[in-house]
C-alpha cells in the first residue's frame, strides 16, 4: 500500500506476519533509516510542531525512512514484546522493500541500542551509525549503575499512562505546556498492556558485551540534561565502541528536536559526510554461533558399522540443515559429528538448538549444542575469530541434551519465555578468564 503526501510517502511492508509502517521524507542520493524510541506514532507525532521541523530539517541533507516497531502506531497491533531479532526484522523488511544497497542509521533512545546491533551484524549494509540517547542497559545492576531500578522505571511510565505524564521524562523543560498532546500521543501509540511488555523487554536487554565487536564508524549523541537516560550512559557507549565518536549537548533533554536542533543535524550531516565515502573491507560482524555435537559418536560407530552409520549420520545431518534453515541460519560446516552455525541473532539460535535436540531423539541420537554471540572473521567460506573458539569450548561444558549458553549471548536474548538456569562461572581451555554459562531448559 502506498499514501501520499506533500511531504511524505507513508508505505506498509510486511516482517514476520506483520505489518509494519513507514514514512519516506525527502529525496536524497543517501538514504537515512531511523529507528525510533521506545514509542512511537507516525502520524500522531507530526503534530509536534518540533518534531515536524526536525523530519522536515532531516529531509533536507538525507532521504529519511522512519517506521513503527511492530505493536505500535500505524504497524500492526501486537501486546507481545518483539525481541532483539524481530526489532531487527523490521529494519530488515524495510532495506528489502526499498531496495536499499547501503544507507545510514540513526538510533534514538531505545532504538540506539537495536541501531548499533543491527550495524554489527549487518556492516555490509550500514555506512555509519549515530545514536542519540541511548545507553547499553536500561535498568540498574550490581556491575552497572548508571540508569535506574527496573520496579520505578515501570511504576514511572505505567502508572500515569495516557495523561502526558512521560513528558516530565523525555523533555521536563517543555512541560506542562506540552503534557496535552503528550496525552494524546501516548493513548494513540499502544495501551497499558503493550507498553508493560516492551518495558518488561527493556529491563532485559543488555548490549555491554557487544560493544567492542561494533567496527563501524560510529557516533555518539547525548544531551547533558537528560533525565530519562543520563548523560553518563552516553559516555559509556562512546568509551566501549572502538573509535565512537562523542558529542555532549547543553540542552535539549531526551529528544532531540527541542533546544539543540540545528545543532544536531549539523553534526549529522558532517558525520555522515565524512564516513559516507569510507571504502570498508567486509570479512567481520556480529553473529551467534551455533556448535553441535553427537553424543558417544565414537561407541555408536563402533556398534553399528561404517555403513549404518553413515546412514545414520545422513539422517542427522539432513535434520540439522532443515533446523537452521528453518531459523534463518547458515551452516557453515560439519564437523564429523556435529556441525558449525551461525545466525543473525540469539532467540532464533536457541529455538534452532532445541528442536534439533527432540528431532535428533526420534533417530537415536543425542546431541549437545553450545551457542556464544560475537564477532566472526570469514575467510571463504569458514569462519574465525576468538567467539569461535568460546563457543567450541562452550561444548565441552555441555551435558547430552543441554543447550548451553554464555553470557553474553543471555545478555541479547530479551525474551521471558526461555528458562533459564545459571550453571556459575567455567574456565575455558585456551581463552583468558572465568566464563558464566546458563543451561536454557
Known amino acids: 500500500m502506498l499514501i501520499m503526501s506533500e511531504e511524505y510517502t507513508l508505505k506498509y511492508t510486511e516482517s514476520g506476519g506483520l505489518t509494519i509502517a513507514y514514512q519516506i521524507w525527502g529525496s536524497s542520493e543517501d538514504t537515512l533509516v531511523y529507528v525510533p524510541g521506545m514509542i512511537s506514532h507516525l502520524e500522531a507525532g507530526l503534530e509536534d510542531q ?3 521541523a526536525w523530519i522536515r530539517a532531516l ?43 547501503q544507507f545510514f542509521l540513526l538510533g ?25 540517547g541511548g545507553t547499553a542497559r536500561f535498568t540498574k545492576s550490581d556491575d552497572y549503575r548508571l540508569m535506574p531500578e527496573a520496579k520505578k522505571m515501570k511504576e514511572n511510565l505505567l502508572e500515569k499512562w495516557g495523561t502526558g505524564s512521560s513528558g516530565y521524562i523525555f523533555c521536563p523543560q517543555r512541560m506542562p505546556e ?36 561494533i567496527k563501524l564508524p560510529v557516533l555518539v549523541m547525548h544531551s547533558r540534561d537528560d533525565v530519562a537516560i543520563s548523560k553518563l550512559n552516553g559516555r559509556y557507549l ?9 558529542i555532549e549537548y547543553p540542552n535539549g533533554g531526551h529528544l532531540p528536536w527541542h533546544e539543540e536542533r540545528e545543532s544536531i543535524i549539523k553534526d549529522l550531516k558532517s558525520f555522515f559526510s565524512e564516513t559516507g565515502n569510507e571504502i570498508k573491507t567486509v570479512d567481520r560482524s ?29 539422517k542427522h545431518d539432513k535434520i540439522m540443515e532443515d533446523a537452521v ?57 569458514d569462519i574465525t575469530g576468538i567467539a569461535v573458539n568460546i563457543a567450541s569450548r562452550i561444548l565441552d561444558r555441555c551435558e547430552s541434551g543441554n543447550v548451553v549458553i554464555s553470557k553474553n549471548l543471555r545478555d541479547l536474548l530479551g525474551r521471558s519465555e526461555f528458562a533459564i538456569e545459571e550453571l556459575g562461572d567455567y574456565s575455558l581451555k585456551g581463552v583468558e578468564g572465568d566464563w558464566k554459562l546458563f543451561k536454557v531448559t
Request: overall charge negative.
Open 50 to 52: 518540533d518534531y515536524l
Open 286 to 314: 556480529l553473529a551467534t554461533i551455533l556448535f553441535t555435537d553427537i553424543e558417544n559418536s565414537t561407541l555408536k560407530m563402533t556398534d553399528m558399522g561404517d555403513e549404518k552409520w553413515s546412514e545414520k549420520l545422513d
Open 325 to 381: 534453515k528453518n531459523y534463518s541460519g547458515r551452516i557453515v560446516k560439519n564437523t564429523g559429528d556435529g556441525i558449525l552455525a551461525v545466525f543473525d541473532g540469539p532467540v532464533r539460535s536457541i529455538e534452532c538448538a532445541k528442536v534439533s535436540i527432540e528431532n535428533m531423539k526420534n533417530i537415536g541420537l543425542d546431541i549437545r549444542c553450545s551457542l556464544h554471540v560475537g564477532e566472526i572473521v570469514w575467510r571463504n567460506e
Open 59 to 101: 529531509s533536507k541533507f538525507f532521504r529519511v525512512i522512519i517506521f513503527d516497531k511492530r505493536g505500535q502506531g500505524l504497524s500492526d497491533r501486537d501486546a507481545s514484546a518483539p525481541n532483539l531479532e524481530e526489532r531487527m526484522d523490521d529494519i530488515s523488511s524495510i532495506v528489502k522493500a526499498e531496495k536499499l544497497d
Open 108 to 132: 534514538l533512545s531505545e532504538g540506539a541500542s537495536i541501531s548499533l546491533i543491527y550495524a554489527a551484524t549487518y556492516p555490509q549494509k550500514v555506512k555509519s551509525v549515530a545514536v542519540f
Open 238 to 246: 562512546a568509551d566501549n565502541i572502538p573509535g565512537a565518536k562523542y
Open 178 to 213: 506540552k503534557q496535552s498532546s503528550f496525552a494524546k500521543l501516548e493513548r494513540m501509540v499502544c495501551n497499558p498492556k503493550t507498553l508493560e511488555s516492551v518495558l518488561e523487554l527493556l529491563t532485559r536487554i543488555d548490549i555491554r558485551a557487544s560493544l567492542p565487536d
